[in-house]
């Protein structure tokens, strides 16, 4: 099969990764890939958002599959593209189309949706510009803290933690005022849940689907979760307190209802499902959906899964999930993520990258990076994340940390604390 990926990420880098294992795929295009995906396959450099520039590609480099990877070409209808055009109709998109990929592109339909179906959640009601007295009332006599969402893609800024009351009604006022841009043109206020976070992802054919390894993501730039908010400074999987008990809680009151929430309601869902939950007590909540898999989830959930991806993704463009069993290392994945100095500010582009080949117990997947004559350089706040699939936990993480310190750049900087917390 000749294959089509697109995005730029580490996530699209351990896909590639994957997808050229398997013999089912013959030609691997990463649209518009990174610095590291050029040794998985072909990158072309065009935006994931130009339908047109994709459909080109498509059409020319003969194309049978279509994996897309981040949401904002999901949330703006690439897969209904593709059915509207005869000429590219009959190529499998893996990715939901714009019904489904509502589900990340709103939080204010994902949270009715939730409540329809009675999948367990947080409180919340939502506000526009034209009800803003009503939620600066609602916010008055709101419980502390309290969260403030943007309704639409905000590029991972859009939800804000509010200690004080006078703060989160600023707040309300400014984003309700365009701080967001049209994503915030709604907002949604919510209760906020105390507990654990950790990721579970699903691949569903709108009828079927296999439930992936759990993972736990850490977002804060600094040691001991501190700082400011990132796209991610690392991951673990599995996650060592989703205990089989808790996962079974998962499946019967979340994914389950989740995937007959979407039949009830027409929504023929093709893709992988991403659910942010929060573990209260012993029991589970659903924070937000995602209409893709997460970032840097993915490096260390792909490299857990002994399966052939193609052979996945071919059964669910066919509809025939139910056909695969799931095969699903028993090893622990640990990622750690090399960011440029000044992230998640400012930060410095342009600088060469040394060190990659000097990897003993991991894998190395691109983020943020260009390939200049032959020459590895730093093109993003998140660069690259360091993979170590091991034992048991303690050694992913010793592995995956001292990989990282083998590689070099100007500015460079990693957490050296991803997952102890979780030993």
Known sequence: MNILLLGSGGRECAFAWKLKQSPLCDK?????????????????????????????????????????????PLVNGIHDYFLADNSIAHIPVIGPKKDGAILEGSKDFSKQFMARHNIPTAASKSFTPQTLADGLAYLQNH???????????????????????????????????????????TVVIEEFLSGIELSVFILTDGENYVTLPSAKDYKRIGQADTGLNTGGMGSVSPVPFATPEF????????????????????????GFIFFGLIKVGDDPFIIEYNARMGDPETESVIPRIENDLVALFVAT??????????????QT????????????????????IAGIDNLRHSTAFHAGTLLENDVVKTNGGRVIAITSLQKDL???????TADAGRIYFDGKYFREDIGFDLI
């Open 394 to 400: 303690f050694t992913a993480l010793q592995c995956a």
């Open 28 to 72: 691997l295009i990463i649209a518009p890939g990174n610095g590291g995906t050029g040794q998985f396959g072909k990158n072309i450099n065009i935006s994931v958002n130009d339908f047109d520039a994709i459909k080109a590609i498509t059409l020319n480099e003969q194309i049978d599959m279509v994996i897309v990877g981040p949401e904002e």
């Open 317 to 330: 463009a066919e509809k025939k999930l139910n056909s695969i069993q799931l095969k699903i290392s028993n």
């Open 143 to 185: 419980a502390l803290p309290v969260v403030l969402k943007a309704d639409g893609l905000a590029a991972g800024k859009g939800v804000l933690i509010c200690t004080e009351t006078i703060e989160a009604q600023e707040e309300l006022k400014l984003m309700l005022g365009g701080k967001f841009g049209s994503a915030g043109a």
């Open 247 to 270: 996962l079974q809680k998962v499946e019967e009151r979340i994914i389950k209802p989740t995937v007959e929430g979407l039949k009830k309601d027409n929504i023929d869902y093709t």
């Open 333 to 352: 994945a640990a990622t750690v993520m090399i960011v440029a100095g000044g992230y998640p500010g400012q930060y410095l582009k342009g600088k060469a």
